[in-house]
């Protein structure tokens, strides 16, 4: 195994450098420092807290525009130099090209695939699950600064608690035991998003990582019954 895992840590490594020293597409960031109408906006200073700049930024949008955010596809803010941003992405056990985000069809073909969560949950290695999580996350990095990428939010990992065979979804998840699904969840999420295994902070946001599903949430499609409709009825 960890040969396994060096040897696929330092391909991506070396994906790394060699977009680095490539020319490439220019990935969608906002507050593009070449424009003199937005560069100045306090949302685009790196220097100031998060919060201040997304007060900001939402303070200056229209109620149309807040509007036009609460999608998957959210809309282009041209007037604020704010790109169009893809929310959808899959990274439950590698970079996917099944949402919508991450396209593989340039220079990246594609990316790692790690075993499904079910076996790698079954080591009861949280440092591992850590290190799966970092590469997954170097690799969305590489992806997005090539250009192919419309955005850097992963809906990973799944830790729905997986209690009956029959959901046909229960490989994406760490399974049963909400202990271990806590203890996955926080290892992978650091791992992605570029945090130290301690959670102590790297400084910046490699790619941002969703928990999912909210409870109650992870039925499919099932005897003309599907989630986006599902009126659940949740017992205690």
Same mark, same amino acid.
């Given at each position: 195994?960890?040969?396994?895992?060096?040897?696929?840590?330092?391909?991506?490594?070396?994906?790394?450098?060699?977009?680095?020293?490539?020319?490439?597409?220019?990935?969608?960031?906002?507050?593009?420092?070449?424009?003199?109408?937005?560069?100045?906006?306090?949302?685009?200073?790196?220097?100031?807290?998060?919060?201040?700049?997304?007060?900001?930024?939402?303070?200056?949008?229209?109620?149309?525009?807040?509007?036009?955010?609460?999608?998957?596809?959210?809309?282009?803010?041209? !007037?604020?130099?704010?790109?169009?941003? #893809?929310?959808?992405?899959? @990274?439950?056990?590698?970079?996917?090209? =099944?949402? $919508? *985000? &991450?396209?593989?069809?340039?220079?990246?073909?594609?990316?790692?695939?790690?075993?499904?969560?079910?076996?790698?949950?079954?080591?009861?290695?949280?440092?591992?699950?850590?290190?799966?999580?970092?590469?997954?996350?170097?690799?969305?990095?590489?992806?997005?600064?090539?250009?192919?990428?419309?955005?850097?939010?992963?809906?990973?990992?799944?830790?729905?608690?997986?209690?009956?065979?029959?959901?046909? !979804?229960?490989?994406?998840?760490?399974? #049963?035991?909400?202990?271990? @699904?806590?203890?996955?969840?926080?290892? =992978?999420? $650091? *791992? &992605?998003?570029?945090?130290?295994?301690?959670?102590?902070?790297?400084?910046?946001?490699?790619?941002?990582?969703?928990?999912?599903?909210?409870?109650?949430?992870?039925?499919?499609?099932?005897?003309?019954?599907?989630?986006?409709?599902?009126?659940?009825?949740?017992?205690?």
């Amino acid at each position: 195994m960890d040969l396994h895992f060096h040897t696929a840590t330092l391909f991506t490594l070396l994906t790394a450098i060699h977009l680095l020293c490539a020319d490439s597409t220019q990935p969608p960031f906002s507050c593009d420092s070449s424009d003199p109408q937005t560069h100045s906006f306090p949302f685009c200073r790196a220097a100031l807290p998060i919060h201040q700049r997304a007060r900001d930024l939402v303070s200056r949008l229209t109620l149309d525009e807040k509007i036009s955010q609460l999608v998957n596809s959210a809309a282009a803010i041209p !007037r604020l130099g704010v790109p169009a941003y #893809e929310w959808w992405s899959e @990274a439950l056990h590698g970079v996917s090209g =099944y949402g $919508r *985000g &991450i396209s593989f069809g340039g220079r990246i073909a594609g990316a790692t695939s790690f075993p499904q969560v079910i076996l790698s949950a079954s080591t009861f290695d949280s440092h591992l699950w850590y290190r799966i999580g970092q590469a997954i996350g170097k690799e969305a990095r590489g992806v997005y600064n090539e250009g192919q990428a419309k955005g850097m939010t992963f809906w990973a990992p799944n830790i729905n608690i997986y209690r009956d065979p029959r959901w046909g !979804r229960g490989q994406e998840t760490p399974g #049963e035991d909400p202990l271990v @699904a806590g203890r996955y969840a926080v290892a =992978y999420v $650091r *791992g &992605i998003q570029g945090d130290r295994y301690d959670g102590g902070q790297s400084g910046h946001l490699q790619a941002s990582a969703c928990c999912k599903h909210f409870t109650a949430y992870d039925l499919d499609n099932w005897k003309g019954f599907n989630r986006l409709g599902f009126d659940a009825k949740v017992s205690i």
